[in-house]
Structure formats: structure tokens, C-alpha cells
């Protein structure tokens, strides 16, 4: 791509970020791979630990359950597994991330990925 534009590859391009926005990058979560179906996704660790507490839910559900899981969750049943499975240590900052990783952990396995 460089030779297209017609700059040398060995140029190098001067930063402008502050110390304070390098600062403030160290601080930012990684990203964690995820796998759903076929398809690879970078995602926070919050996310990933909310993806794989619903799919142990779901799991247990399948197997205690006397009609299986369910395919969609109510406001009351979402708030109860919520609740039974959101670890202590999750900040409230981070809840919220949590929850989107179990709906989308819940919608995965109800859609078989």
C-alpha cells in the first residue's frame, strides 16, 4: 500500500497523541477472541464472562428442565438468571457489558451457534 502512494516503507510518521491519551490507552481493556458459529469476534472480557454464563445457563436449563430452555426470556425470568449468575466482583460500570454478553450468549445457543 505504501509503494502506491509513493512513500518509502521506511518512513516514519511522528505520534501525535499527548502523554496523557498514551496514558489513558494503557488503561483501556483488552479485547478477547470469541467464536460464535462460524464467525470469530474481538470482545471485553466482561462481555465474554456474560456470553459464557448464559450458555451454562442455558445448558443447565436444557438438562434440568422438565420442557427444556426456554427460547426467549421473560423480563422476570431474565432478571432471575440475571441475578443467580452475574458474579460479585462485576463493577457497575461493567453490568451493564455483562448483560449484553448474556443475551447474546442466551440468543446464540437458543439459535443453535
Same mark, same amino acid.
Not at 75 to 95: C, D, F, I, M, Q
Given at each position: 500500500? $505504501?509503494?502506491?502512494?509513493?512513500?518509502?516503507?521506511?518512513?516514519?510518521?511522528?505520534?501525535? *497523541?499527548?502523554?496523557?491519551?498514551? %496514558?489513558?490507552?494503557?488503561?483501556?481493556?483488552?479485547? $478477547?477472541? $470469541?467464536?460464535?458459529?462460524?464467525?470469530?469476534?474481538?470482545? @471485553?472480557?466482561?462481555?465474554?464472562?456474560?456470553? =459464557? /454464563? *448464559?450458555? =451454562? /445457563?442455558?445448558?443447565?436449563? %436444557? %438438562?434440568?428442565?422438565?420442557?427444556?430452555?426456554? $427460547?426467549?426470556?421473560?423480563?422476570? %425470568?431474565?432478571?432471575?438468571? @440475571?441475578?443467580?449468575?452475574?458474579?460479585?466482583?462485576?463493577?457497575?460500570?461493567?453490568?451493564?457489558?455483562?448483560? =449484553?454478553?448474556?443475551?447474546?450468549?442466551?440468543?446464540?445457543?437458543?439459535?443453535?451457534?
Amino acid at each position: 500500500m $505504501l509503494d502506491q502512494m509513493h512513500i518509502p516503507a521506511t518512513t516514519s510518521f511522528a505520534c501525535l *497523541a499527548s502523554t496523557a491519551l498514551a %496514558e489513558q490507552d494503557s488503561t483501556w481493556t483488552t479485547y $478477547l477472541p $470469541l467464536r460464535v458459529g462460524k464467525y470469530h469476534f474481538k470482545v @471485553t472480557p466482561t462481555f465474554k464472562q456474560g456470553y =459464557r /454464563a *448464559a450458555r =451454562r /445457563a442455558y445448558k443447565q436449563m %436444557e %438438562e434440568h428442565h422438565e420442557w427444556g430452555p426456554y $427460547l426467549f426470556l421473560t423480563g422476570y %425470568e431474565y432478571a432471575h438468571l @440475571t441475578r443467580r449468575y452475574l458474579p460479585a466482583h462485576v463493577s457497575a460500570r461493567n453490568k451493564r457489558e455483562w448483560q =449484553r454478553g448474556f443475551i447474546g450468549g442466551w440468543t446464540a445457543c437458543s439459535y443453535g451457534f
